[in-house]
T-cell receptor, first 115, second 114 residues
Framework: GAGVSQSPSNKVTEKGKDVELRCDPI?????LYWYRQSLGQGLEFLIY????????KSGLPSDRFSAERTGGSVSTLTIQRTQQEDSAVYLC?????????????FGPGTRLLVL | AQSVTQLGSHVSVSEGALVLLRCNYS??????LFWYVQYPNQGLQLLLK??????LVKGINGFEAEFKKSETSFHLTKPSAHMSDAAEYFC????????????FGSGTRLSIRP
């Protein structure tokens, strides 16, 4: 079946502009995660959605970052007033449900470059 | 809190040789441990996971890992390396005190020499 998809695959933007990154999780998966992979910080957690519960935003690095998940499916990560340090690969993952034993399936990522 | 440490940012082996990638974990509770692989310009793919059912875990592509509580280790091995194994490998642990998010190690880049 279809895996996690993300768009765009690559995004180049100018400093100060806003960007939106999209994630389509595997159909039926209730848990959705965003991670960031950067040279300086490695792979780090950003935000988590589970069903209709309030998201866990504990990993968001600043208030310029926000995310939403509409209808319990598609999620959008928005970065406002982008900075050069936001350049990274943004990875989305989904799992059938929340729980430590659940496998998280990752999308191919969106590579963001802020000039 | 849970964490993982990967020893060696880069490992190089000859084709056909044993692959050993080291990972040590720290956890105050029984851990859930994973190995993920990332091929160049691709996303993360699960190799294998330990969820306390068996200490020796077999994964895809001939990889396996052994959970050793006494050594707090979860090293990844493969008896015979193949050129296609060249990739970056991440050891990870679930932080199930917080949304079951994954905490990743810093990664080990595996190179295969012909």
């Amino acid at each position: 079946g279809a895996g996690v998809s993300q768009s765009p695959s690559n995004k180049v933007t100018e400093k100060g502009k806003d960007v939106e990154l999209r994630c389509d999780p595997i159909s039926g998966h209730t848990a959705l995660y965003w991670y960031r992979q950067s040279l300086g910080q490695g792979l780090e957690f950003l935000i988590y959605f589970q069903g209709n519960s309030a998201p866990d935003k504990s990993g968001l690095p600043s208030d310029r970052f926000s995310a939403e998940r509409t209808g319990g499916s598609v999620s959008t990560l928005t970065i406002q007033r982008t900075q050069q340090e936001d350049s990274a690969v943004y990875l989305c993952a989904s799992s059938p449900r929340q729980g430590p034993q659940e496998t998280q399936y990752f999308g191919p990522g969106t590579r963001l470059l802020v000039l | 809190a849970q964490s993982v440490t990967q020893l060696g940012s880069h490992v190089s082996v000859s084709e056909g040789a044993l692959v050993l990638l080291r990972c040590n974990y720290s956890s105050s509770v029984p851990p859930y441990l994973f190995w993920y692989v990332q091929y160049p310009n691709q996303g993360l793919q699960l190799l294998l996971k330990y969820t306390s059912a068996a200490t020796l875990v077999k994964g895809i592509n001939g990889f396996e890992a052994e959970f050793k509580k006494s050594e707090t280790s979860f090293h990844l091995t493969k008896p015979s390396a193949h050129m296609s194994d060249a990739a970056e490998y991440f050891c990870a642990v679930i932080d199930y005190s917080s949304a079951s998010k994954i905490i990743f190690g810093s990664g080990t880049r595996l190179s295969i020499r012909p």
